[in-house]
């Protein structure tokens, strides 16, 4: 994917629409969005392997994103909800920084998660 005339805006709905992804799984697939080995707050992964640190039933929203495309980098805090095995429900914030590629995949990414 050129950076040619592409934008912030774009990186940040073509942001917006891998969160959109992640909440259709497990009828979706995120390897459009990510690059063959995923650096992980400093562990390689494979796309599997990514996909598995998401929580079954997991309900992302993005609070915030910022998106540069010059640099291929989007920030983001994002309110993360699924239901927990007492029947209640747990709620986390997760403070995210992402490198992607020249496709506007994930090639690395520093996660912080704050548990509520």
Same mark, same amino acid.
């Given at each position: 994917?050129?950076?040619?005339?592409?934008? #912030?805006?774009? %990186?940040?709905?073509? !942001?917006?629409?891998?969160?959109?992804?992640?909440?259709?799984?497990?009828?979706?697939? %995120?390897?459009? !969005?990510?690059?063959?080995?995923?650096?992980? #707050?400093?562990?390689?992964?494979?796309?599997?392997?990514?996909?598995?640190?998401?929580?079954?039933?997991?309900?992302?929203?993005?609070?915030?994103?910022?998106?540069?495309?010059?640099?291929?980098?989007?920030?983001?805090?994002?309110?993360?909800?699924?239901?927990?095995?007492?029947?209640?429900?747990? /709620?986390?914030? /997760?403070?995210?920084?992402?490198?992607?590629?020249?496709?506007?995949?994930?090639?690395?990414?520093?996660?912080?998660? /704050? !548990?509520?």
């Amino acid at each position: 994917m050129s950076d040619t005339g592409k934008t #912030n805006t774009d %990186l940040e709905n073509h !942001y917006r629409a891998y969160i959109g992804t992640i909440n259709a799984l497990p009828q979706s697939t %995120l390897n459009p !969005y990510l690059a063959p080995t995923i650096i992980h #707050n400093d562990r390689n992964l494979t796309p599997e392997e990514y996909h598995k640190l998401v929580v079954n039933g997991a309900v992302f929203t993005v609070d915030s994103v910022i998106a540069d495309v010059q640099k291929k980098k989007v920030a983001a805090r994002l309110s993360i909800e699924w239901s927990n095995d007492k029947g209640g429900k747990t /709620e986390v914030k /997760e403070h995210v920084f992402y490198q992607l590629n020249e496709d506007w995949q994930i090639e690395q990414v520093w996660s912080m998660v /704050e !548990y509520l």
